[in-house]
């Protein structure tokens, strides 16, 4: 393919984005915004950026944060494996490298939640080392300028797009030239409605003289989506509040939600008070049935929790035998607790 990197580099240099991390961009700064950015929007993410600079100018200054500090800063961001994978690849640049990321890709892949593209982020933005990204948008352009026909979320794919991308990067400067693939996709050849008809790769894209932009990339079905279905108790006695931490290997391990009864179907409230773990909760207490919540759809990646809030009232509190796992707190101290989404948006609704 006749592709002209200066086409590519002068593209974005008329059209990039100003994010705080392309001013100068030093390795942890590069790590910090390719994690917050793995399924996030630039729009949503650079908030939460921000942040943790402000509040983690450095990654010693993260490695010494605890994870609850960290998860709370994340919270709304989803994945929170990403915000645990941080952390904890935070402490092992500290312990391993004395605070300085290697430059080096295959040590940088060694570190928690660094994979290829990641390690190839940072190896070629930072320390402008020979590595070619390919991130959902690179697939996107790629795809288009072969036109492959290759569904790019299957395993053979990957080898394939990673040949392509190293063939076509510019070893010169492969640091921007990554930026610019990423911006392209991002910003000119996006998902719907790309500018084709203005594309300074129009003349080299196979796609657009095949007429199958709109068909590139091809994308095999999703896996199918489960249902769960959590009855949440909000359990009150005057101004504090039962929490519970999330312990378990499932979703928003770590977090903190409120003392749950989950079922393979939707319960009416006879149906929750009448359930096994209800009355060993509570016993013979006396308790008073405060109010429901209008049902709750929260939708995750391969799953779709149906949850309902039922507010509880008790004069006293539970035996500590009958709250093993949950821990009382004051209803003004949740904002110092990392909680899920869903449970943000009960809480402001």
């Not at 492959?148 to 510019?170: C, M, V, Y």
Request: aromatic share 10%.
């Amino acid at each position: 393919m006749n592709f002209t990197h200066d086409t590519l580099i002068n593209w974005f240099a008329e059209n990039r984005r100003d994010l705080p991390w392309r001013q100068q961009p030093t390795p942890y700064q590069v790590w910090l915004s390719e994690i917050i950015l793995q399924q996030t929007r630039v729009s949503q993410g650079l908030d939460y950026y921000l942040r943790f600079i402000e509040r983690w100018p450095t990654v010693i200054d993260l490695a010494a944060a605890t994870e609850e500090e960290v998860l709370k800063m994340w919270q709304g961001l989803g994945y929170y494996s990403r915000a645990r994978n941080l952390h904890h690849c935070a402490q092992q640049v500290v312990e391993q490298y004395d605070g300085q990321f290697p430059a080096d890709f295959e040590k940088l892949k060694q570190l928690k939640g660094i994979g290829d593209y990641t390690a190839a982020a940072i190896a070629s933005i930072a320390f402008n080392l020979p590595h070619a990204v390919v991130d959902g948008n690179v697939y996107r352009v790629l795809a288009r300028l072969y036109d492959i026909g290759t569904p790019i979320n299957i395993n053979e794919s990957q080898n394939l797009f990673a040949r392509l991308a190293d063939e076509l990067l510019n070893r010169e400067r492969p640091g921007l030239h990554n930026q610019a693939m990423m911006e392209f996709g991002a910003l000119h050849c996006t998902p719907k409605n790309p500018n084709c008809l203005h594309c300074p790769l129009q003349a080299q894209c196979l796609a657009f003289e095949h007429q199958t932009v709109m068909q590139r990339p091809v994308k095999l079905q999703k896996l199918k989506v489960t249902t769960r279905y959590f009855n949440y108790l909000v359990i009150r006695i005057k101004d504090k509040i039962y929490l519970r931490k999330r312990c378990s290997n499932d979703i928003w391990r770590n977090l903190y939600d409120f003392p749950c009864i989950e079922s393979e179907k939707p319960m009416t409230i006879e149906e929750v008070i009448g359930s096994e773990r209800f009355i060993q909760l509570f016993g013979n207490k006396p308790f008073t049935l405060a109010k429901t919540s209008p049902v709750f759809t929260h939708k995750l990646t391969h799953r779709t929790i149906i949850a309902q809030f039922i507010e509880i009232k008790l004069e006293e509190e539970l035996l500590q035998i009958e709250t093993k796992g949950l821990i009382l707190t004051r209803e003004k101290d949740l904002e110092h607790y990392p909680i899920p989404r869903l449970i943000d948006l009960y809480l402001n609704n």
